[in-house]
């Protein structure tokens, strides 16, 4: 059995910085594309960034130049450091993985975390 646990959320102030975290645990080969996801109260859940095994990100416009996704394979983990955070940033983020159970990569699944509230208010 695979899971993501989140942590790192909670309330911060227009401006502030908050860091995410994200850990997988369980039997499985190797973790390709990792990412965070978000969904604001009352809307769909929406792509915040990813990144490759390799270090490729790839982010949503309306966090570029404020948040930065990095991950440590040997730990299983993905990270998302925000800063300069919006009250429109508000929401529960989860974290997605897509997880490999096999050397020929012929067999893999995403797996999602719980999530982990995101309050940024004065």
């Known amino acids: 059995q695979v899971q993501l646990v989140e942590s790192g959320g909670g309330l911060v102030q227009p401006g502030g910085s908050l860091r995410l975290s994200c850990a997988a645990s369980?039997?499985?080969?190797?973790?390709?594309?990792m990412g965070w996801y978000r969904q604001p109260p009352g809307k769909q859940r929406d792509l915040v960034a990813t990144i490759t095994t390799a270090g490729y990100t790839n982010y949503a416009d309306s966090v570029k130049g404020r948040f930065t996704i990095s991950r440590d394979n040997a730990r299983n983990s993905v990270y998302l450091q925000m800063n300069n955070l919006k009250p429109e940033d508000t929401a529960v983020y989860y974290c997605?993985?897509?997880?490999?159970?096999?050397?020929?990569?012929?067999?893999?699944?995403?797996?999602w975390g719980k999530g982990t509230l995101v309050t940024v208010s004065s």
């Open positions: 369980g039997s499985f080969f190797t973790i390709g594309v």
């Open positions: 997605q993985s897509t997880v490999i159970f096999d050397k020929a990569f012929s067999r893999f699944m995403d797996y």
